[in-house]
């Protein structure tokens, strides 16, 4: 795992990087007759709800003193105008008049021009690395944390596969100590079932969040009404929001519109949580042996459904 100082550089350096960035795009802004200041205050009146200098305060971190002169600037300017709270006598609303509404539009169309001439140069793969990476970056260290939109498909897309090899590997070591041994396991898996894979017997269910693969379930058919459950997985940061439930409810409903009259699955007496959920649903222990292969001692579990 990596350091807390080695952490702490990389935000830093990150931190030097981005502004470096940030100041080649508010420089074209400052050749306006706005400062940067003014344009930000001007944005947020323009998109914020119900906007009051107490909300300009707290998220740009301007002075109440500074953000008075921009106010009465503007006012004086026609691009804003101030109305009393009806909730509140003591509060006033900020509103873009619509000389200031046009002023912003134009101010947002500078700012797309400058983006996109930063990005004119990056591929269309980078572009969507670029965004995902911010995304990550601003849940990660928001305050609320709200998880991306998370969409679950049942293609296969080139990279899928080894997203999913990645995802096994790197939280079967933090979790559960297993070595490389166990990533081998999971590469051969995943090449014996693409080798011979069969649209119409099998199904994989992948749930994807700003480009990133962070969890799936597989059934993967093996002849004459049975199937096995395979590669239930899920990232830590998407844990109790109830998406494991929806990928495990999705291949339990795939299994039975089948018509599957069995379905079993192959876990390890480490994965609690998961065995649980199984054993809600039906299946029954009907194997075990012990697995010292993968770095750690551990009991491989065969659980099976008897659907018809």
């Not at 008075?68 to 009806?86: H, T």
């Not at 894979?197 to 058919?221: K, Q, T």
């Not at 192959?266 to 065995?275: F, K, P, S």
Request: a negative charge; proline letters at 2%.
């Amino acid at each position: 795992m990596r350091s807390e100082t080695s952490m702490i550089a990389d935000i830093r350096r990150f931190s030097r990087f981005y502004t470096r960035v940030l100041g080649l795009l508010d420089s074209r802004l400052l050749s306006t007759e706005f400062s940067l200041s003014e344009v930000r205050v001007l944005y947020e009146i323009g998109t914020t709800p119900d906007c009051t200098a107490k909300m300009l305060i707290d998220w740009l971190n301007i002075d109440a003193g500074y953000l008075s002169r921009i106010m009465k600037k503007f006012e004086k300017s026609g691009l804003a105008y101030r109305v009393q709270s009806e909730e509140d006598g003591r509060s006033y609303l900020l509103h873009l008049s619509e000389k200031g509404k046009e002023t912003l539009e134009k101010m947002d169309a500078l700012s797309n021009k400058q983006v996109r001439q930063l990005i004119s140069q990056v591929s269309d793969r980078s572009q969507a690395e670029l965004s995902a990476g911010m995304k990550t970056i601003e849940r990660i260290l928001s305050e609320d944390r709200d998880l991306p939109d998370i969409e679950i498909r049942t293609d296969i897309r080139p990279g899928d596969i080894g997203m999913l090899i990645h995802l096994h590997g790197w939280i079967y070591a933090q979790e559960c100590g297993y070595n490389h041994v166990f990533e081998a396991y999971v590469c051969r898996t995943f090449y014996e079932w693409m080798e011979r894979y069969d649209p119409e017997n099998d199904r994989i269910w992948l749930a994807e969040a700003d480009g990133r693969i962070v969890g799936s379930i597989a059934v993967i058919g093996k002849g004459e009404g049975i199937a096995q459950l395979r590669w239930f997985i899920l990232h830590p940061d998407y844990r109790g929001a109830g998406l494991g439930k929806q990928l495990f409810e999705q291949a339990m409903a795939y299994g039975r519109e089948k018509g599957l009259r069995q379905m079993f699955l192959e876990t390890t007496d480490d994965q609690e949580t998961a065995i649980r959920m199984y054993e809600k649903s039906g299946f029954r222990k009907t194997g075990e042996h012990a697995n010292e292969a993968w770095g750690v001692r551990h009991i491989e579990r065969t659980y099976t459904l008897e659907l018809g």
